[in-house]
């Protein structure tokens, strides 16, 4: 069975400081704010990230972020998590 990661981009609305990181207990821990952009089957197949806030993804920039800030506050650091790192990339860039 292959083994399947997730990634995190960390964001800061500020500085716009973006970090692509494997997502492990280690890297988890150090984010106040998480945010799971990952579908229900993704997250019943490899985990749920305790205390992350579920955002359904969407390819459009505005309708994500108002998603996102509805439930979070982007002004500070937050970490967005996908199965592969291409819905976290699409919303960050």
């Not at 150090?30 to 985990?47: F, L, N, P, S």
Request: aromatic share 4%.
């Amino acid at each position: 069975m292959k083994k399947q990661y997730l990634l995190i981009c960390c964001i800061c609305c500020l500085y716009s400081d973006i970090k692509i990181e494997e997502a492990n207990t280690q890297n988890i821990s150090k984010h106040t704010q998480i945010v799971d952009v990952r579908i229900d089957a993704e997250r019943c197949d490899i985990g749920v990230v305790k205390d992350a806030i579920n955002a359904k993804f969407s390819m459009d920039k505005d309708t994500m972020l108002k998603e996102i800030s509805s439930k979070i506050d982007i002004s500070k650091p937050f970490a967005l998590i996908c199965r592969g790192g291409r819905r976290s990339k699409a919303i960050a860039n």
